[in-house]
Nanobody, 124 residues
Framework: VQLQASGGGWVQPGGALRLSCTGS????????ISWFRQSPGQEREWVAA????????YYSDPIKGRFTISRDNAKNTVYLQMNSLKPEDTGIYYC??????????????????WGQGTQVTVSS
């Protein structure tokens, strides 16, 4: 069972990136998939989630309205479309799978496995 995160890179402020989280040996639609990020010198924080079995989504306040999480079940992939990027969005982005209740989406202990992380750098 493996999650592969990809799509990171360098972008100027105001730019966009799309991250992908692809499952291997696991069907992602059966799980809630969350994105977390860890900025330099800070603890890892929850960013967004898409619930198992459907398309209900949740977002943290700092990225609400700018980021969109979605699924492509045929590709066994979850995406994080990031628009209007800011320097404070810089960090390593991780995807994770689990079945947390809504109130525990940000609890890392509720997730069974993690991708390896992909670096996002927003700077001019």
């Amino acid at each position: 069972v493996q999650l592969q995160a990809s799509g990171g890179g360098w972008v100027q402020p105001g730019g966009a990136l799309r991250l992908s989280c692809t499952g291997s040996g696991v069907t992602l639609r059966d799980y809630t998939i969350s994105w977390f990020r860890q900025s330099p010198g800070q603890e890892r924080e929850w960013v967004a989630a898409i619930r198992q079995g459907g398309s209900v989504t949740y977002y943290s306040d700092p990225i609400k309205g700018r980021f969109t999480i979605s699924r492509d079940n045929a590709k066994n992939t979850v995406y994080l479309q990031m628009n209007s990027l800011k320097p404070e969005d810089t960090g390593i982005y991780y995807c994770a799978r689990g079945r947390p209740i809504v109130s525990a989406l940000s609890n890392e202990e509720m997730y069974y496995s993690w991708g390896q992380g992909t670096q996002v750098t927003v700077s001019s």
